[in-house]
């Protein structure tokens, strides 16, 4: 099992550019989640899914989309790149094991940098 | 809404001292409570967690025990080593409109010197 990869691990990008981040995950989970990361901030939560087909914004989902075509891919697109999106960009998995326990695996992260 | 509570840090110790972290929560219902690992340069990675009142996840010598009477979940370990220098973060899982949310806190970055 590769766990969830996410690809490219570091980005720059200009302002106004578009691209995609890419994720993917190999345990067959429902839900997948993206995240951003920020120095006091903590994990913001972006984007999510619980299954093929079904998503839904987070708390900070402004200037992205994402799809959800098959179970183990979760791309998330920016539009068009703004300076306030450099971030690190985590890609997150997870299936419900019991009651209520909703752990999650992530991805090594992508470190976006938009100039 | 749901939320955690942590401080930011930096906590500073000396290899083979004592740590604690604490966490506190707001949530309806019965969350499942976690604490997750972000070494250098990773993403994070699960490192205990309880799902009912008393329960107390434990690894790698560090524990943490579910308190809904106080609505905690400090982190602790006996003897911290500066392979532990990372930042830790509490969270919690609860159902939200028929979906599991999890709610992070802002983290809280522990260095261990020699």
């Known amino acids: 099992n590769a766990g969830v990869t996410q690809t490219p691990k570091f980005q720059v990008l200009k302002t106004g550019q578009s691209m995609t981040l890419q994720c993917a995950q190999d345990m067959n989970h429902e839900y997948m989640s993206w995240y951003r990361q920020d120095p006091g901030m903590g994990l913001r939560l972006i984007h999510y899914s619980v299954g093929a087909g079904i998503t839904d914004q987070g708390e900070v989902p402004n200037g992205y989309n994402v799809s959800r075509s098959t179970t183990e891919d979760f791309p998330l697109r920016l539009l068009s790149a703004a300076p306030s999106q450099t971030s690190v960009y985590f890609c997150?998995?997870?299936?419900?094991?019991?009651?209520?326990?909703?752990?999650?695996?992530f991805g090594p992260g992508t470190r976006l940098t938009v100039t | 809404g749901d939320s955690v509570t942590q401080m930011e840090g930096p906590v500073t110790l000396s290899e083979e001292a004592f740590l604690t972290i604490n966490c506190t929560y707001t949530?309806?219902?019965?969350?499942?409570l976690f604490w997750y690992v972000q070494y250098p340069g990773e993403g994070l990675q699960l490192l205990l967690k309880a799902t009912k009142a008393d329960d107390k996840g434990s690894n790698k010598g560090f524990e943490a025990t579910y308190r809904k009477e106080t609505t905690s979940f400090h982190l602790e370990k006996g003897s911290v080593q500066v392979s532990d220098s990372a930042v830790y973060f509490c969270a919690l899982s609860a159902t939200s409109g028929g979906y599991q949310k999890v709610t992070f806190g802002i983290g809280t970055k522990l260095q261990v010197i020699p």
């Open positions: 997150a998995s997870s299936y419900q094991r019991e009651r209520g326990s909703h752990e999650q695996y």
């Open positions: 949530a309806t219902g019965y969350p499942s």
